[in-house]
């Protein structure tokens, strides 16, 4: 595998995970304290971040696209089950946050890989 498909994979699995987490951030959040406003922006942020991927993801060879989503789409299909079986808890919320930062600052690291070998 080239350095290019290398990388159309690292794009992809950002542009999944980005999805993922734009999808459980519409959920249920009536439990939670967070203030309103930035729950909004981190979701507004998230579509723009999908918007600039969605031309890269297009890119992605299929067969590479589906072998590497199935992992991610398992990790957050267990999140959500997870947040209901939790009944959207505050709780449940405070640790899907957790794991939502844990994700991101990875997704920092895959994007500078990215940048380093163009």
Request: hydrophobic fraction near 40%; charged fraction near 25%; glycine fraction near 4%.
């Amino acid at each position: 595998m080239g350095v290019k498909e290398e990388a159309q994979d690292r794009i992809q699995i950002v542009h999944q995970t980005l999805h993922h987490l734009r999808r459980i951030y519409s959920m249920k959040l009536s439990s939670v304290t967070w203030v309103q406003a930035t729950v909004e922006h981190f979701t507004l942020l998230l579509d723009r971040q999908l918007g600039e991927l969605e031309v890269c993801v297009r890119k992605a060879s299929p067969g590479s696209r589906a072998r590497k989503n199935a992992t991610v789409l398992k990790y957050f299909k267990d999140l959500t089950m997870f947040l209901k079986k939790k009944g959207f808890s505050d709780c449940a919320w405070e640790i899907t946050y957790t794991e939502t930062r844990a994700h991101l600052q990875q997704l920092i690291l895959i994007m500078a890989t990215i940048s380093k070998e163009y």
